[in-house]
């Protein structure tokens, strides 16, 4: 390993905070952890280590930046995990005046046993040595790093993390309220139903608080849910009429869902062939 210097993670005891360190530790550095009753103190953590990594829940995240700030050295390069990023970016910007800032998001949980292919995103909010650092790290494990702002990063996963939660429970919670067994179901299931039975079995691994700081307080979830729910009931409403409009509309509906998915099939079929070739 060329890089001679430690890594420190605030929040090393949770999941994700956990989850890199061993990544970390596996590529050769060492690290150090900071969380409650457990491992270094704040200030000797930071006194120790080049990189501070921030892995918390934004309940908690701005007064641990306010605590840290004191201790932040020019050479410092601090990097957050949070699954938002404009909030956990104005207050690293309001509080560290000093050092490289970086925002970045793993769009995978702590779990993951298989890194390839998997994405994060990042964002350099002060300097670019940090944001190089991190970004080749990654991609020597076979992830994909993807740029992109704050601001641009929330919207996104209004549609992305919100929506798809959202329709997630509701598909459980409809199973649930059916009547039906989970084997009389399973015994039924299509290839495409199935499918998404196996990403609704994944719930069984995540934190349900998580979840709902995803749905409360990302600021675009309120206008996509309400999106959904809008196309939803639009459609349920005209097909419940059971006549020849019915038809019609839910034709036009199916053919626009469509021309989404051919465009799908374009890009990600290009993808393969890109990596295949590579």
């Not at 409009?245 to 509906?253: A, Q």
């Amino acid at each position: 390993m060329e890089d001679n210097f430690s890594i420190g993670i605030i929040g090393g005891a949770g999941k994700m905070g956990n989850f890199f360190k061993n990544f970390f530790e596996r590529k050769g550095y060492k690290v150090f952890i900071s969380d409650k009753g457990v491992g270094l103190s704040l200030e000797d953590l930071m006194s120790r280590s080049k990189v501070i990594f921030l892995s918390l829940p934004m309940e908690v995240f701005p007064e641990v930046v306010k605590s840290m700030a004191l201790f932040v050295k020019d050479d410092h390069w601090v990097m957050d995990i949070c699954s938002l990023k404009l909030e956990p970016a104005r207050v690293m910007k309001k509080y560290l005046k000093k050092g490289e800032l970086l925002a970045t998001h793993p769009l995978f949980g702590p779990f993951e046993r298989d890194l390839r292919g998997k994405i994060v995103t990042l964002y350099p909010l002060r300097g670019k040595n940090c944001y190089h650092w991190f970004s080749n790290l990654l991609e020597s494990e076979g992830l994909k790093v993807v740029k992109i702002s704050p601001k641009k990063h929330d919207e996104i996963m209004g549609l992305v993390q919100v929506v798809n939660h959202f329709w997630l429970i509701l598909l459980g919670n409809l199973i649930k309220n059916s009547g039906f067994s989970i084997k009389e179901i399973l015994d039924l299931s299509t290839p495409s139903f199935f499918a998404q039975l196996k990403i609704l079995m994944r719930l069984s691994f995540q934190d349900e608080n998580l979840y709902a700081r995803i749905q409360l307080e990302n600021p675009y979830g309120k206008k996509f849910r309400n999106l959904f729910c809008r196309t939803c009931k639009n459609l349920a409403k005209t097909l419940n009429k059971m006549d020849d409009h019915s038809y019609e509309v839910f034709k036009k509906y199916f053919l626009s869902a469509k021309e989404v998915a051919s465009q799908i099939e374009k890009l990600i079929s290009s993808k393969i062939e890109k990596e295949t070739k590579a």
